[in-house]
């Protein structure tokens, strides 16, 4: 048998796919928002953006702005019990509008 893949975008194939009319490049203004510490946003992957790409398991999921960490952004995603720190690039990241 062959062995199975360990890589991160694992078992991902409908988690991380577009719809057929979204396929392609995202807008360049998604890269250059901004979001401000204690800013609620929600963690939505761009499967076309690979760089700062957080980890699958926290895909649409919501969370709190913590700090700035080079490009990325620092975000405390409730899981259960714990809180996590996911690092993202702001083309994963949307303003959570309530």
């Known amino acids: 048998m062959v062995q199975a893949s360990r ?3 694992r078992k991902t194939r409908q988690l991380l796919q577009k719809k057929p009319r979204q396929r392609g490049l995202s807008p360049i203004t998604r890269e250059f928002q901004t979001f401000e510490e204690g800013e609620k946003v929600n963690i939505v992957i761009d499967p076309s953006a690979h760089k700062g790409m957080p980890f699958a398991r926290f895909q649409g999921l919501t969370g709190v702005v913590t700090g700035i960490r ?3 952004y620092e ?3 409730k899981v ?3 809180t ?3 690092l993202s690039r702001p083309e994963h ?3 959570n509008v309530q």
Request: aromatic residues 0%; positive net charge; charged residues 35%.
């Open 84 to 86: 996590k720190i996911v």
């Open 7 to 9: 890589g991160t975008r």
């Open 70 to 72: 080079g490009e990325a």
């Open 80 to 82: 259960g019990d714990k």
């Open 75 to 77: 975000v405390s995603v």
């Open 93 to 95: 990241l949307v303003r």
